[in-house]
């Protein structure tokens, strides 16, 4: 069986919903709201145990990378979907077919400061970075291999 290859993604939060300190507490999570097509879609197929995450503050004064965390557990239905009472209720996802997925994650580090956006759209090698470009609002985005170690050499 051949070995699988370390993927590598961004995850959005607003620190006054769930932020890296949230993390860091809890241990792990699972990521759930997401609804997105695109996003739901990666977290389904793509996201696996072992993948590193960025863990990004989004609506925060500066919005950046805030710390890494780690895939724990692939993709499943996210049970937020199916409560009356949650945000993020959508009366069309059944248990029988869910529409919305979630991944689990876990902390690994906080940094010693927040990356913010302008500093990660003026680094060497992350131009083409998804969050870097203009109008990128996906919460849930692929890193290649190059900008996760170009980020995450940015703090310790």
Same mark, same amino acid.
């Given at each position: =069986? $051949?070995?699988k290859t370390r +993927?590598? !993604?961004l995850l959005k939060s607003e620190p006054d919903c769930y932020? #890296? /300190?949230d993390l860091q507490r809890d241990g792990t999570t699972f990521w759930s709201g997401v609804r997105n097509y695109q996003a739901r879609n990666f =977290?389904? /197929?793509? =996201?696996? $145990? @072992? /993948?590193g995450v960025l863990y990004y503050h989004s609506s925060a004064e500066p919005p950046g990378v805030a710390g890494l965390a780690e895939v724990v557990r692939e993709g499943y239905p996210d049970h937020t979907a199916l409560d009356p009472e949650d945000d993020h209720y959508d &009366?069309? *996802?059944? $248990?029988?077919? &869910? #529409?919305w997925m979630m991944v689990d994650v876990k902390f690994v580090k906080k940094f010693? @400061? #927040?990356i913010p956006l302008s500093e990660l759209k003026e680094t060497a090698g992350l131009e083409k970075m998804m969050v870097t470009q +203009? @109008? *990128?609002r996906l919460s849930v985005q692929p890193v290649t291999p190059e900008e !996760?170690? #170009?980020v995450t050499k940015m703090r310790k």
């Amino acid at each position: =069986m $051949p070995s699988k290859t370390r +993927r590598y !993604w961004l995850l959005k939060s607003e620190p006054d919903c769930y932020s #890296i /300190d949230d993390l860091q507490r809890d241990g792990t999570t699972f990521w759930s709201g997401v609804r997105n097509y695109q996003a739901r879609n990666f =977290m389904r /197929d793509e =996201m696996k $145990p @072992g /993948d590193g995450v960025l863990y990004y503050h989004s609506s925060a004064e500066p919005p950046g990378v805030a710390g890494l965390a780690e895939v724990v557990r692939e993709g499943y239905p996210d049970h937020t979907a199916l409560d009356p009472e949650d945000d993020h209720y959508d &009366p069309k *996802s059944t $248990p029988e077919n &869910p #529409i919305w997925m979630m991944v689990d994650v876990k902390f690994v580090k906080k940094f010693s @400061g #927040i990356i913010p956006l302008s500093e990660l759209k003026e680094t060497a090698g992350l131009e083409k970075m998804m969050v870097t470009q +203009r @109008g *990128s609002r996906l919460s849930v985005q692929p890193v290649t291999p190059e900008e !996760w170690k #170009i980020v995450t050499k940015m703090r310790k």
